[in-house]
Nanobody, 122 residues
Framework: QVQLVESGGDLVQPGGSLRLSCVASGNIFSIYGMGWYRQAPGKQRELVARITTGGSTEYADSAQGRFTISRDSAKNTVYLQMNSLKPEDTGVYYC????????????????WGKGTLVTVSS
């Protein structure tokens, strides 16, 4: 199995910055992609940004130009640099890895972390 642990969430004032990290551990055979998702209070979980192992990125419109996703494949880690934070960025941020774990014959699976809370408020 694969375990994901997020960190970096905090209370920050509007206009501030945070850097989230997510480390994957376990019997990982191969990783196909990594992503960050946000769940605001009372809302569904939504994509914030994702990155493939080849380095291609995709951002939600709300994150474009302010957030940057990056990865360190050697460390099985994905980051989310968040700048110019707004109150509407508040929520629990979850990372997701799309990977094959165990053996090369196992299925591609989405693995989720437990989330880290980001609160943007003055």
């Amino acid at each position: 199995q694969v375990q994901l642990v997020e960190s970096g969430g905090d209370l920050v004032q509007p206009g501030g910055s945070l850097r989230l990290s997510c480390v994957a551990s376990g019997n990982i055979f191969s990783i196909y992609g990594m992503g960050w998702y946000r769940q605001a209070p009372g809302k569904q979980r939504e994509l914030v940004a994702r990155i493939t192992t080849g380095g291609s990125t995709e951002y939600a419109d709300s994150a474009q130009g302010r957030f940057t996703i990056s990865r360190d494949s050697a460390k099985n880690t994905v980051y989310l640099q968040m700048n110019s934070l707004k109150p509407e960025d508040t929520g629990v941020y979850y990372c997701r890895f799309t990977a094959v774990a165990g053996s090369p014959h196992d299925s591609v699976t989405h693995y989720w972390g437990k989330g880290t809370l980001v609160t943007v408020s003055s």
